[in-house]
């Protein structure tokens, strides 16, 4: 779908919508109403949570039952909390799972169906997924199904029904979580490969005349040749669309799906790339909005971090539903005004419609459903005390209601959004070319074990271009491109095939064979696409800028200093400059000569202050600030 997630939203709004992540099941429900309306006050729109399964499940056997009203705990009363949503003005995203993760014992799920009577999700390579050391239960199987459905249309029943839109706040619903359990954005041969996938993906063989490859679904991936290795990658996103298209008919029509889709790692050993782009063809073409999740480093403290989420989010181009607001697990520069503020400002300098604050409070109070087994953790080589009460400690509130800094930024973009959001939300990202790169390279790469993948290459070399010559080059697929505008011919549009190398001598197009380590090719291509003057220049080669027009001329200029030292970023005829600590970003809006406003990351205790010149002034007047 190319809907936008701001308007399925907040229907009507002209600009970007700010989420916030409100785990009740770790909140004492004398606090909900306080904390959901500092909330609003902050500026969150939509009120987001998790529901789950295995906190609200009472009783066993013939005696289960769901409690969605509080009556056998009011932490259980999740259709008191939408209520209280909707007296404090917000909408509500209502994420159900099955699978929810949220660093709740496994991912919510029941006990049971994590193990010895169902099913477990097993790769094509023999590994299972687990959660807290336990296996968690293939979707495919039948019998996990039929609980799962039970469970989804309790919710859809008692919670979604009474409260959707328009009679009620909720406005939308999250199918499945990054995935169904975690798992788009893993390598191709760890997805769920039991015998009911295996059968499932036989029989789209089937339907598509592959009666040969459907035969062989059931051998040894050492068995597998390379074609139906390629179709398993194919139908890894068709298997996960599948799943999501079920969940959602279990819901009535109204409140829009969503479905997080995280980016990707894409450097080191560990890099899925090649799998999460091949998945994506069905995800994207499929009924649903994708959004995406940013759990692939810190752009603001890493230029690799920052390489995978400009490659990744242009290509994949989707709004954010999941960013860090406060978690410290391995960088307690989240729990900062700075670090938030900057991944947030890069997301939507890149077009997305949302900001996401997960999560928005801070919360201290649960009990032993949602508590993780510490046991399980140290199996999985994680120290338990990282999960201990408050949940996301950085975050902009406190279950007391309390400020911590983060919240700074959170009312920084609240006041800038609502003076320039509706001129962010309509301009277009400014590209000096545009690549159209073919998913067949994706869908071999993910098989490839040795050197760095075409996609790999690319994601570094667009990176690489923007840094060192100040241009963007686009990335789109080349099984989406739209129609392209007047505008979009302005620029040099290339093309990036699959097939065998020098196959196409056509003007501006590379054809490279798929599934082979690159080796500079790629690179060298995408250097040689852009031939125009840049429309800024950097210092020292580490900061970057990005930057939108709007049809009425109004300029929106993002500039971003990922790396451990400072740079200064000057626009290419000096009419601004911008310095740029480490570590930092800003984005300032104008319209012809005129600066219109611009706000920044805060300044760190014992740091330099991002600083703007415009037209030879200093620009403190017109930066926004959080009082």
């Known amino acids: 779908m190319n809907t936008r997630l701001n308007t399925a939203l907040i229907p009507g709004t002209d600009r970007p919508v700010v989420i916030g992540e409100y785990p009740y099941y770790r909140a004492d429900p004398g606090n909900w109403g306080g904390n959901l309306r500092e909330l609003r006050s902050l500026g969150v729109d939509v009120v987001s949570f998790y529901l789950p399964w295995r906190f609200h499940e009472t009783g066993d056997g013939e005696q289960r039952a769901f409690d ?39 991912g919510g799920l029941p006990d ?40 989804l249309q309790a919710v859809a029943e008692q919670v979604v029904s009474p409260t959707a839109a328009p009679r009620g706040p909720v406005v939308a619903l999250q199918l499945g979580n990054e995935g169904m359990s975690g798992d788009v954005h893993i390598a191709i041969d760890a997805q769920d490969a039991s015998p009911a996938a295996r059968e499932e993906f036989a029989r789209w063989l089937s339907a598509r005349g592959l009666a040969d490859e459907a035969a062989r679904t059931g051998d040894d991936l050492a068995d597998w040749p390379s074609g139906l290795r390629l179709l398993w990658a194919r ?26 889709v995280p980016l990707a790692r894409a450097t080191g050993p560990d890099a899925t790339i090649d799998a999460w782009a091949a998945r994506h063809r069905a995800l ?61 400002l890069l997301a939507l300098t890149l077009g997305s419609t949302t900001v996401s604050v997960y999560t928005a409070c801070a919360a201290g109070t649960w009990g032993e459903l949602i508590d993780m087994d510490p046991d399980g953790l140290r199996s999985e080589g994680v120290d338990p005390a990282l999960h201990a009460p408050p949940y996301c400690p950085g975050a902009p509130l406190t279950e007391a209601g309390d400020h911590n800094p983060t919240s700074e930024s959170l009312r920084l973009l609240a006041r800038f959004l609502e003076r320039h959001g509706a001129a962010l939300a309509g301009s277009r990202l400014d590209r000096d070319a545009d ?74 197009e590379l054809t490279v064979a798929a599934g082979v380590a690159a080796h500079g090719a790629v690179a060298g291509f995408v250097a040689g696409l852009v031939t125009d003057a840049p429309r800024w220049t950097s210092a020292h080669r580490r900061a970057v800028a990005i930057t939108r027009t709007a049809p009425d001329g109004t300029r929106f200029i993002g500039v971003f200093n990922p790396t451990g030292a400072d740079d200064r970023v000057t626009g290419a005829d000096g009419d601004w400059a911008v310095e740029l600590p480490a570590g930092t970003a800003a984005l300032a809006v104008s319209q012809g000569d005129t600066l219109l406003g611009w706000l920044a990351t805060p300044t760190a205790p014992a740091t330099a202050a991002v600083t703007l010149s415009w037209g030879g002034e200093q620009a403190d007047a017109l930066r926004v600030t959080a009082s």
């Open 68 to 106: 969605f009203h509080g009556k056998t705990d009011p932490q259980r009363d999740v259709v008191g909390l939408i209520g209280l949503a909707a007296e404090a003005g917000l909408a509500v995203l209502v994420k159900p799972g099955p699978f929810i993760h949220a660093e709740v014992q496994l």
């Open 435 to 508: 690549l159209l790169v073919d998913r067949a390279l994706a869908e071999a790469g993910a098989w490839q074990r040795e050197g760095r993948t075409v996609l790999r290459e690319l994601t570094e070399a667009v990176h690489e271009q923007l840094r060192d010559t100040h241009c963007l080059v686009g990335l789109r697929w080349l099984d989406e491109v739209p129609q392209r505008t007047a505008q979009d011919a302005a620029e040099t549009l290339g093309v990036l095939r699959a097939g065998h190398p020098g196959a196409s001598t056509a003007p501006g």
């Open 284 to 344: 994207k073409g499929s009924r649903h909005l994708i959004g995406h999740t940013e759990w692939v480093g810190n752009p603001a403290q890493s230029p690799e971090a920052f390489a995978t989420h400009l490659g990744e989010i242009l290509l994949g181009d989707t709004d954010v539903l999941e960013a860090n607001w406060g978690f410290t697990w391995d960088d307690d520069t989240f729990a900062g005004p700075r670090t938030p503020l900057f991944n947030a």
């Open 112 to 151: 049971r169906l994590c193990g010895p009577g169902h099913t477990p999700y097993r790769g094509l390579n023999g590994d299972l997924l687990t959660s807290q050391a336990k296996p968690l239960p293939s979707l495919h199987d039948p019998a996990v199904k039929e609980e799962v459905a039970a469970w």
């Open 235 to 260: 139908w890894s996103g068709e298997a996960i669309a599948g799943l999501w298209d079920w969940i959602s008919d279990l819901f009535p029509a109204g409140p829009a799906r969503v479905a997080n």
